[in-house]
């Protein structure tokens, strides 16, 4: 599916990704909902995420913390301060580093508890991507704080395509887990 450029696209996209990622969390028995990934050494593997995600909880607390970057930016600019995507000291060549500080936030949440927060954080988001405009998602320029980068392109980033990311290491996992 070509990257959404409308509202209507992205709001589409959004829950067309997100309930192909729940279909194949239910369809795993929950022995492997709860079972440590085992992904081996596969040299294609080779993004951090990979090797810092070790189950699927870890995966649905890092869509939850990037629904909670996109809510809080988003909420702090139109409230008129000021301020990056990215927390400080964080830029985007170390956001890697603050993945980890999110996985480690998250060792001792429970699959279910973090189950809850992403749910209740993506509808939070998609009420946020219903109540902009068009031209406030996908204007160029439209808000200065979104830099050259449309704040639709954040959203897509923080829904659509994590779900996507987030579906392919479900079902790597499902391949793999003994």
């Known amino acids: 599916m070509p990257r959404p450029t409308t509202k209507t696209e992205l709001i589409f996209a959004a ?5 192909k990622m729940w279909e194949l969390i239910r369809a795993l028995p929950e022995a492997r909902r709860l079972a440590p990934f085992s992904f081996g ?13 070790n189950n699927l909880r870890d ?10 970057l996109l809510l809080l930016w988003t909420e702090m600019n139109i409230n008129g301060e000021i301020r990056s995507f990215l927390p400080a000291p964080y830029n985007w060549k170390t956001y890697g580093d603050m993945n980890i500080e999110f996985w480690k936030k998250h ?3 429970a ?10 954080s993506h509808s939070k988001v998609m009420v946020l991507i219903k109540s902009l405009s068009e031209d406030e998602l996908f204007g160029k320029k439209h808000f ?8 639709g392109s954040y959203c897509i980033s923080v ?13 790597m996992h499902n391949k793999t887990c003994k």
């Open 41 to 53: 050494s596969d040299p294609k593997l080779k993004e951090a995420h990979w090797a810092r995600d």
């Open 59 to 68: 995966v649905v607390v890092h869509l939850y913390e990037w629904h909670r």
């Open 144 to 151: 200065a704080w979104t830099g050259t980068t449309t704040l």
């Open 15 to 19: 829950n067309d990704q997100w309930d």
């Open 159 to 171: 829904t659509a395509s994590h779900y996507d990311w987030a579906s392919k290491k479900i079902k």
């Open 111 to 120: 699959y279910d508890d973090a189950e809850v927060l992403l749910r209740d």
């Open 107 to 109: 060792q001792s949440t």
